[in-house]
């Protein structure tokens, strides 16, 4: 049947029952014309959260050379999908969605002319669950398309925290129009214009941007003339096992340190966390920092997360300070939970060794148990500081994100600590925005006793707005010892990657450099860069986790997995690079001789 027919059909076929009349008068006509002003003919046209065949059918019909794909999570328009996909066979496609509400459940969904997204949706729950999906939809965009947001009409809740302190326009809004302002703010939607429609609705429409920080050209790509080399780090049981390249278990937050016997430097020491809601922090020692013996007991115990001292494991940073191992840790939260001292404030401890106990206390269940009691060998343990320390920055809504208290920092991501300068620098979670743009700021000691105020960290080219620097690992540049060097987690503008970046003084940086491109899902990284770098002769070794447990979603269980498998994640790895510090001097002296 040609499309002219097809398009009369569907046009004067009746609305089913059950559809959502607010998505039927969705005024696609203008929208298509608001298409029509700024691009030329589309061939693509995606819709998210779609509720009849509506915008499909005006978009088609109005385009005779477009395709058509969309998303129904609500699966309410069966009758329509069949009328539209039998009379425009190759040019209509509506797959399922899932109460997950993600467009990961529809791989078709990519390369975008026209995106058009929905967001009405019945309950704050799934509601949310689209606001979360937002970076992943925005994502099935290309370059210069056009997109559309609608839904109802953006009021405040009848009970809503007031924002003190935030100036931004979208401090002042609420729902999904907040999160447009906000796609406005970041740089990543332009020539924005709002519409009021009837019935209590609102459509805007703007140009997607793609101009990321994490679209340049990285420091390790081929072609760099064997200036870098990459190997997978292995974990070997027995001469047996086949999968050493695969991390043992759901292991994070890694970090690398020469390890030290009697003051001297003796092989690589790599400490993890054990798992998201960790029980423990664990380390490994290997000769050559590459292949790293894992008895059949397991590996060592560091510190227990419930310990009778301190609870410090969730966010640790590790380093070597005159010979000796110095751990800072700890969050804060005024619901604390069971535990001694759990959630009180950031500590610090000392030992000669990394391992808990001279014996060498195992990472597991009975074992952790047992050493939570215990005093091991760490000591001078104190309190550094809590949430309310001066200049920390929490700008978080409690209705987005309910362990946020304003003004009262969580400390949330992971701690980077280093000597510089006759001073400690310590780096951590700042969250200047109501939700997302997670950021970095730091405060200083001569002592380890008293601490500065908190400051935001400036980063050249870079505002907090534009995305999320998960968190900055920080140590002194083994190519200008003059200098910090910092590896970063970063997305920005939707794209994703492995950064670096400098500086002379730990509070200005530079420009971030991609190191390596990767994935993003929502507003993190697929891959975090590992703590710690490692001189070796003429190279430098870094390392970079691969596939972070966790990204995809918080907690999965194998159950969701089943239900969900774009969830499951390419296998974990830990990967080394080796630099050259030939290439990292230039890169340095380039990027400072760059700043003012």
């Known amino acids: 049947m040609p499309s002219e027919s097809a398009c009369t059909l569907l046009a004067s076929s009746p609305r089913p029952k059950g559809t959502r009349r607010g998505t039927a008068l969705a005024p696609a006509d ?40 969309g998303i129904d999570f609500r699966n309410e328009s069966r009758r329509e999908r069949r009328l539209l996909e039998q009379h425009l066979p190759g040019r209509a496609h509506i797959a399922s969605g899932d109460d997950m509400r993600s467009v990961r459940a529809a791989p078709q969904l990519t390369g975008c002319d026209v995106l058009i997204m929905g967001m009405d949706d019945n309950g704050m729950r799934t509601r949310k669950r689209l606001f979360a999906d937002l970076p992943n939809a925005l994502r099935r965009a290309a370059p210069q398309s056009r997109v559309i947001m609608h839904g109802r009409e953006c009021r405040a809740p009848k009970k809503h925290v007031v924002r003190p302190g935030c100036t931004l ?27 009021a429609s009837p019935a209590g609705r609102r459509w805007c429409t703007g140009t997607l941007v793609h101009q990321s920080i994490c679209h340049r050209s990285p420091l390790l790509e081929s072609g760099s003339g064997g200036m870098w080399t990459r190997a997978v780090v292995k974990f070997e049981r027995d001469t047996k096992r086949t999968d050493a390249e695969r991390l043992p278990g759901p292991w994070r937050y890694f970090t690398v340190l020469p390890c030290t016997q009697s003051g001297a430097e003796s092989g690589v020491c790599l400490f993890f966390k054990d798992g998201i809601s960790e029980e423990a922090v664990g380390g490994l020692a290997s000769a050559d920092g590459l292949n790293f013996a894992l008895p059949t007991t397991g590996a060592k115990l560091v510190l227990p997360r419930k310990w ?18 110095l751990a800072v840790g700890g969050l804060y939260n005024p619901t604390r939970e069971a535990g001694a001292h759990a959630n009180d404030g950031v500590w610090a401890a000392r030992a000669a060794s990394w391992q808990f106990e001279i014996n060498g206390s195992l990472l597991g269940t009975a074992e952790t148990r ?42 949330d991501g992971r701690w980077s600590l280093v000597f510089f300068r006759g001073q400690y620098f310590l780096y951590g979670r700042a969250n200047p925005g109501l939700h997302g743009q997670r950021y970095v700021q730091v405060t200083r000691s001569a002592d380890m006793h008293e601490w500065s105020a908190f400051e935001l960290i400036e980063v050249r080219g870079y505002h907090h707005t534009q995305g999320d620097m998960y968190f900055l690992t920080v140590h002194v540049n083994p190519a200008d010892p003059g200098s910090l060097i910092g590896l970063v987690p970063l997305v920005h503008r939707l794209g994703g990657c492995i950064g670096l970046t400098v500086s002379r003084d730990g509070q200005h940086w530079s420009d971030v450099t991609p190191l390596a491109r990767c994935d993003v899902y929502g507003e993190r990284t697929a891959h975090h860069p590992v703590a710690g770098l490692i001189p070796r002769g003429d190279v430098v070794d870094l390392y970079v986790h691969e596939n972070v447990p966790g990204i995809t979603a918080d907690r999965v269980s194998e159950r969701a997995l089943r239900r969900f498998p774009y969830l499951r994640q390419p296998p974990s ?11 990292l001097s230039t890169w340095t002296s380039a990027a400072l001789g760059a700043m003012p």
């Not at 447009?180 to 519409?195: F, R, T, V």
């Not at 966010?315 to 010979?323: Q, S």
Request: hydrophobic share 35%; proline share 5%; charged share 20%.
């Open 370 to 411: 047992r050493a939570s009691q215990q005093h091991g060998q760490w000591r001078d343990v104190r309190l550094l500081m809590n949430g309310k320390h001066p200049g920390c920055i929490e700008g978080r809504d409690p209705a987005v994100a309910p362990l946020a208290y304003p003004h009262i920092c969580e400390f």
């Open 30 to 69: 203008e929208w298509t014309r608001a298409v029509e002003q700024t691009l030329s003919p589309p061939s693509r046209v995606c819709e998210v959260n779609l509720g009849t065949a509506h915008v499909a059918l005006t978009f088609l019909c109005r385009f005779g050379s477009a395709t058509y794909n």
């Open 308 to 325: 009778r001292h301190a609870a410090m494991t969730h966010n640790l940073a590790i380093v070597v300070d005159r010979g000796e191992f």
């Open 573 to 583: 790895k830990l990967v080394r690079y080796s630099v050259a510090k030939t290439v």
């Open 169 to 195: 326009p979208s401090c002042s809004m609420h729902g999904w129009c907040q999160r447009w302002q906000e796609l406005q703010e970041a740089g990543i939607i332009n020539a924005s214009q709002c519409h």
